[in-house]
């Protein structure tokens, strides 16, 4: 089966999430006693003419049925309305979902990096006590709340004025040179990805270890050391290669809990990314920029397990041998 074709029939599967995803919030967010243009009826700075619009495009004196039919219409034809401050939602979607994806794929990048070496290193060296050492740290690692961790961390940042705490750039990045606008995103990164890869690194170490040490006990490891290879082509060539196949599949479920995750960590911080403006969304009961913002989440969650997908059917020829007698 050619790439494309399943890429093509994974995108088609979605369509069906997208939408039960869309009702559920659609309906939940309707049948609270919220009005859905309360801060926009605050807001002096909204016409009226902004609000008849926002009520025609909504249906909002219309049954709910009706109701979620043109946002739906609405939201496929990319007019997702107006925020309680008056502003477009793609706006505030289109400067949010960049700074989302650059935490996420740095605290990725970070996690595999570390964690991956160190779930391999554990599992050799199995009852060690750098083994104990990890299991306790990993241990202590996944019980810490992110939340509480980020808090930690802030209170540091502050008493030492080592890292700049808010945003994402400085308030003098436009005057800066690009070397130097570099260093100062980087800056404004350290905290908040370190400790969402604090808490994500915990779980994958230990997934490693877990897979290679099942890996390590099979028959052919133990055949292939009976026929001489050294230690080394048995652990990373023949080991490492299945042990890791089961790690690409939780790439799509690492990229899904890091964005849900990031929200309290992204808000504790102030960085400006798609987890605090839903939770600010939430708080003033912003309803456009909350199914906006939930939407855009679902699609980032579905395109990251698309990848993981991808890349477990480009790396294990069983995947592909599967795929090609289905379709």
């Given at each position: 089966?050619k790439l494309w074709r399943y890429i093509a029939k994974r995108l088609l599967q979605t369509v069906p999430l997208l ?192 897979n290679m040490l099942e890996v390590m006990d099979s028959d052919y490891i133990k055949f292939a050391r009976a026929k ?100």
């Amino acid at each position: 089966m050619k790439l494309w074709r399943y890429i093509a029939k994974r995108l088609l599967q979605t369509v069906p999430l997208l939408i039960i995803v869309s009702l559920i919030s659609f309906f939940i967010i309707r049948l609270s006693p919220i009005d859905p243009l309360a801060e926009l009826r605050l807001n002096p700075s909204i016409s009226q003419e902004t609000l008849d619009k926002e009520i025609k495009r909504l249906n909002l004196d219309k049954p709910i049925g009706i109701q979620y039919l043109s946002w739906a219409k609405a939201f496929i034809k990319g007019d997702f309305g107006y925020t309680s401050a008056g502003e477009k939602v793609s706006t505030k979607l289109k400067e949010r979902i960049p700074n989302t994806l650059l935490l996420t794929l740095v605290v990725i990048f970070m996690t595999w990096s570390v964690g991956i070496p160190l779930g391999i290193i554990s599992a050799y060296k199995k009852e060690s006590a750098f083994d104990r050492l990890l299991t306790v740290t990993a241990s202590i690692g996944m019980a810490i709340p992110s939340f509480f961790f980020a808090i930690l961390m802030l209170i540091f940042a502050v008493k030492t004025g080592w890292f700049p705490v808010g945003g994402l750039t400085s308030y003098n990045f436009n005057d800066m040179s690009f070397g130097n606008k570099c260093v100062d995103i980087i800056k404004h990164l350290v905290l908040p990805s370190f400790v969402l890869f604090t808490i994500s690194l915990s779980g994958l170490q230990r997934q490693m270890r877990a897979n290679m040490l099942e890996v390590m006990d099979s028959d052919y490891i133990k055949f292939a050391r009976a026929k001489g290879l050294s230690e080394f082509k048995v652990v990373f060539k023949h080991a490492l290669r299945n042990a890791v196949n089961p790690m690409i599949t939780l790439l799509g479920f690492e990229f899904a809990g890091l964005l849900s995750g990031a929200a309290l960590t992204e808000y504790v911080f102030q960085y400006p990314g798609l987890g605090r403006l839903i939770l600010e969304a939430v708080m003033k009961s912003d309803i456009n920029l909350v199914m906006a913002s939930l939407m855009m989440g679902t699609i980032m969650l579905i395109t990251g397990n698309l990848i993981a997908d991808i890349l477990l059917m480009i790396t294990d020829p069983r995947i592909r041998g599967v795929n090609n007698g289905i379709v």
